[in-house]
């Protein structure tokens, strides 16, 4: 290892510029393998990745890749053994070792890392993820108040699909009656991603398609007490320094007479403060409900969110956002929500 710091160094102040295949070939491949998937008798003492493996190797952002060349393990948590080469290789030149090291992932349908926006609290994202989530919402109405929380666990299904498994559970307290505590309705969604253009403002489109199962405790006010359908798109953009990411999602339950029908608009604008996933990511979020039966009014919703990794690769986070009624009907008072995930592939809980 020591080795390849020291040629790149020298390959630094060559006369020429070197393509990344070459600066990988000369400086990675003594560790990495010429074939990506790690070489033997390196005497590195943790797990080398297979960069063969598209999953891994397209799932990480670019600032995150560049982060770890230029500034070595330790920048993200990892291990020492990897170090750093921003002394010897410039932004270009690891940019293009970058580019030699994704392309021995063969198959073009995973979407790169890049598409990854950050979790919001209250839309969903369109990028598959291996997560678990654990998350809450409190509101206020008049006379009564009412907390929900859930532990959902997402795993990534192929290049583009992602299977969700989510376990609910309520509280309800009325000003002039008992408290209602139960599990939710049970539900299971899947996501799969239709459109991933990078070059194109950055965007990523995917279609999920949902069902919530009645198991839940109707009589007591916990649960739809029906079956429910939830389709929905959701979308992600890149706008400059602005992230856009929005959702439309429809509740459909068998039997309107125990649910409504209603539709959900959700637009958040987030700023990443930084390049990397650990940065901090401020957001607005924005939400639009209306009833699909007649009669049934819509509500127009609005409020503040912050996404804070927790750990140095950022694969461990919480969030934390509010949204207030500022036309139509009034559902609540005020609702505040967070959640706390770990993208449990990338490392364990603790390693931060």
């Known amino acids: 290892m020591i080795r390849a710091v020291a040629l790149l160094v020298a390959l630094a102040g060559a006369a020429h510029a070197l393509t990344g295949a070459e600066i990988y070939e000369q400086g990675c491949a ?5 074939d990506g998937k790690g070489a033997a008798g390196t005497g590195v003492t943790v797990p080398l990745p297979d960069f063969t493996d598209c999953a891994f190797v397209t799932a990480e952002s670019t600032g995150n890749w560049l982060g770890l060349v230029r500034h070595g393990g330790p920048f993200l948590g990892m291990s020492t053994q990897m170090p750093g080469f921003g002394g010897s290789l410039s932004d270009a030149e690891i940019r293009s070792v970058l580019d030699h090291v994704r392309r021995f992932c063969h198959d073009a349908r995973y979407p790169i890392g890049d598409l990854n926006y950050r979790r919001t609290v209250f839309v969903e994202k369109a990028f598959p993820e291996d997560e678990a989530i654990a998350s809450g919402e409190f509101a206020r109405a008049r006379g009564e108040r009412a907390g929900v929380g859930e532990l959902a666990l997402e795993k990534r299904l192929g290049a583009r699909g992602q299977l969700e498994l989510a376990l609910p559970g309520e509280i309800v307290a009325r000003d002039r009656g008992a408290r209602v505590v139960g599990a939710g309705d049970v539900g299971v969604t899947y996501k799969h991603v239709l459109v991933a253009a990078p070059r194109l403002a950055g965007t990523i489109l995917a279609a999920a398609a949902g069902v919530q199962f009645p198991s839940g405790n109707f009589r007591h006010g916990v649960g739809a007490g029906t079956l429910v359908a939830t389709p929905g798109l959701m979308s992600g953009h890149r706008l400059g320094p602005v992230v856009a990411q929005t959702q439309v999602e429809a509740d459909l339950p068998v039997d309107p007479g125990r649910a409504a029908r209603e539709i959900a608009y959700r637009v958040a604008l987030q ?32 409020g503040p969110s912050l996404y804070l990794p927790l750990s140095r690769r950022g694969h461990v986070a919480v969030g934390v956002g509010g949204l207030v009624p500022v036309a139509g009907t009034r559902p609540f008072d005020w609702t505040i929500a967070g959640f706390f995930l770990w993208e449990y592939t990338d490392g364990p809980i603790w390693a931060w």
């Open 30 to 34: 003594s560790c990495h393998g010429a």
């Open 271 to 302: 700023w990443p403060l930084g390049p990397y996933k650990k940065d901090l990511v401020p957001a607005v979020e924005f939400e639009q409900t209306e009833g699909l039966a007649h009669g049934v009014h819509a509500a127009t919703l609005v």
